[in-house]
């Protein structure tokens, strides 16, 4: 490939998406009390699960370093420019340690070619702009022509989300005890989204996991109208089937050029708790 696309590990690309794109991916972190994993290297999914019922605890998450993106994009052939899709600004502080160690690597070799984009999304948004930043490189795409193309898409990336339990919300801080306890015990389900700034908010409460399934996938149809020239990707949280049928149900109500599922990492499932299901698709202009 003629660019060198990258991201990190805010994002949970399908293995077909893997396969096709020779993507560098820097890892973020997890730390579970005096424990430090880089996530999807030191520490896989089922090893994280059982993690969590251990120690009862969710994990800290925390950005790779300045000098962790150096290195990565130091092992690229210089010649080669690299478009760098990073997880949202307003989640993390990943996109500043990207864009700090461009800057690092430019004051040395000032003739490379970088450009950290802040997606404003994360796990399958971030998919979801790797796979057009694919398909616009086997089109010819100049450098110049991408980076523009992947901005203007960025901004018509919508990222959906629904949750099936708070617990995880509760766990690490996010949500108070005792309305969680009020929220599981009226059967409340969030559904949320990526918002314009790229920071995650609760859009619906809806009562029982069947309406808010319904209400997950008629959203869609609120945000685009002509899906036949797009894709939809989605990732579930330790939840294979419910994502296959939602998945299903979503595909015979849309007609989606491609459809791609994958499981949430352990980043994103740290925040999504089991059963939570993420969509990332293109919005009409």
């Known amino acids: 490939m003629k660019f060198q696309l990258m991201t990190d590990g805010g994002a949970d690309i399908p293995k077909r998406l893997v396969d096709a794109l020779e993507i560098v991916i820097v890892p973020l972190y997890l730390h579970f009390k005096e424990e430090q994993y880089k996530s999807g290297v030191t520490i896989d999914l089922p090893t994280f699960y059982k993690k969590i019922e251990e120690t009862k605890e969710l994990p800290r998450s925390s950005a790779p370093s300045p000098n962790d993106f150096y290195e990565a994009y130091k092992q690229i052939d210089p010649t080669k420019p690299i478009i760098m899709l990073s997880l949202s600004k307003g989640l993390s502080s990943t996109y500043e340690n990207a864009v700090t160690a461009k800057n690092m690597l430019l004051e040395e070799e000032p003739e490379r070619e970088i450009e950290v984009i802040n997606t404003k999304t994360a796990s399958c948004g971030q998919a979801l702009l790797l796979h057009e930043a694919l398909q616009k490189i086997k089109e010819d795409y100049s450098f110049e022509s991408l980076v523009h193309h992947l901005h203007e898409r960025t901004e018509q990336t919508t990222t959906l989300f629904v949750l099936k339990t708070l617990e995880n919300l509760v766990l690490g801080g996010r949500l108070d005890k005792v309305k969680g306890t009020i929220a599981k015990t009226l059967n409340i389900k969030l559904l949320m989204k990526a918002s314009e700034e790229g920071t995650i908010e609760v859009s619906e409460k809806v009562r029982g996991d ?11 149809g ?34 989606f050029k491609d459809a791609l599922l994958t499981e949430t990492g352990p980043l994103i499932s740290t925040y999504g708790g089991e059963g939570a299901l993420v969509i990332s698709f293109f919005k009409d202009k």
Not at 223 to 251: G, P, Q, S
């Open 222 to 255: 609120e945000y685009t109208k002509n899906v036949e020239d797009k894709v939809i990707m989605m990732t579930h949280c330790n939840a294979e089937e419910r994502a296959k049928k939602v998945l299903a149900e979503i595909t015979n109500k849309y007609a």
């Open 210 to 220: 069947k309406k808010s399934i319904r209400r997950f996938v008629e959203q869609i």
